[in-house]
């Protein structure tokens, strides 16, 4: 069981927005911003789109952004691409006794 | 550019021993600490445990009595050995640039195999 709660799946269109939750307590996402977001595809490594709870990494288009409430952070991905199809993870620091604690993953299918 | 460079798949017998490299370039060694992130078949994302690349660690309560992290300044290597291996060990174990909690460069991942 993972420590940050993640719904299994999530899907749009081609063009469409979706959004992604990531649910932690006040011990982590609650009380850091430092929650991130990483994308990947089967067979690879992860990539980083989103960290410090909004910010994106050089290259990573705008359609990917990010948002905070509470205990729950969030994924947009706008204007769906083919390509956006992947597991998407989110991560938070817990703490000096917890460090980095990950959600279970959503894997997102662009119909 | 970035890299980071992981040694081979390893297949061991449970309660056996692990040492997994990662050798980093493209940035000065100092700059970035490195934490080893771990993915069971099917699973998601788990973190295993940081170090800096002046040898301070901090490891995971779940393996925190059979890890070690490790770094070779001179060859800009960092280790990780896992000991007392258990078939709950098994995974794909990737390390990356830790920066302020944020994992921006990836390893290609380590498949470690645990059966006996």
């Known amino acids: 069981q993972s420590a940050l709660t993640q719904p299994p799946s999530a899907s749009g269109s081609p063009g469409q927005s979706v959004t992604i939750s990531c649910t932690g307590t006040s011990s982590d996402v609650g009380a850091y911003n430092y929650v991130s977001w990483y994308q990947q595809h089967p067979g690879k490594a992860p990539k980083l789109v989103i960290y410090?709870?909004?910010k994106r990494p050089s290259g990573v288009p705008d359609r990917f952004s990010g948002s905070k409430s509470g205990n729950t952070a969030f994924l947009t991905v706008s204007r769906l691409q083919a390509d956006d199809e992947a597991d998407y993870s989110c991560s938070s620091y817990g703490g000096s006794d917890m460090y980095i604690v990950f959600g279970g993953g959503t894997r997102l299918t662009v119909l | 550019q970035v890299q980071l460079v992981q040694s081979g798949g390893e297949v061991k017998k449970p309660g056996a021993s692990v040492k997994v490299s990662c050798k980093t370039s493209g940035y000065t060694f100092t700059t970035y600490g490195i934490s080893w992130v771990r993915q069971a078949p099917g699973q998601g994302l788990e973190w295993v445990g940081w170090i800096s690349p002046y040898g301070k660690t901090h490891y995971a309560q779940k393996v925190q009595h059979r890890v070690t992290m490790t770094t070779d300044t001179s060859t800009s290597t960092v280790y990780l050995e896992l000991r007392n291996l258990g078939s709950d060990d098994t995974a794909l174990y990737y390390c990356a640039t830790d920066d302020w909690n944020t994992f921006e460069y990836w390893g290609q991942g380590t498949l470690v195999t645990v059966s006996s």
């Open positions: 410090q709870v909004n």
